[in-house]
């Protein structure tokens, strides 16, 4: 079993900073991709970034040129920081990890898809 433990979010003014964090923890044999979704008030869940193991990110457009997205491999971390907040970026962030290689008692390998439990970032205006 695989936890993700994110921490940070919070309220911020428009235009104010943000960050997040998320730690990875339990039975990891690699985590090839770590990202945030969010989900807004009845919208649909959306990626917001995420980066690879080599360092291979993507982010969605509405947010490209202020969030950074970041890792740290050796400790199994992912930090999204968010610069010049807008209200619209008010939601319900979630840290993710899709495809998480884990080792069975018995040594076999097998992925799984983990979701942290989500941190409320609220913007206002």
């Known amino acids: 079993q695989v936890q993700l433990v994110e921490s940070g979010g919070g309220l911020v003014q428009s235009g104010g900073s943000l960050g997040l964090s998320c730690v990875a923890s339990g039975n990891i044999f690699n985590i090839d991709i770590m990202g945030w979704h969010r989900q807004a008030p009845g919208k649909q869940r959306e990626l917001v970034a995420q980066i690879t193991k080599n360092g291979v990110i993507d982010y969605t457009e509405s947010v490209k040129g202020r969030f950074t997205i970041s890792r740290d491999n050796a400790k199994n971390t992912v930090t999204l920081q968010m610069n010049s907040l807008k209200p619209e970026d008010t939601a319900v962030y979630y840290c993710?990890?899709?495809?998480?290689?884990?080792?069975?008692?018995?040594?076999?390998?097998?992925?799984?898809?983990?979701w942290g439990q989500g941190t409320q970032v609220t913007v206002s205006s």
């Open positions: 993710n990890a899709p495809g998480v290689t884990s080792v069975s008692p018995q040594g076999a390998h097998f992925r799984f898809d983990y």
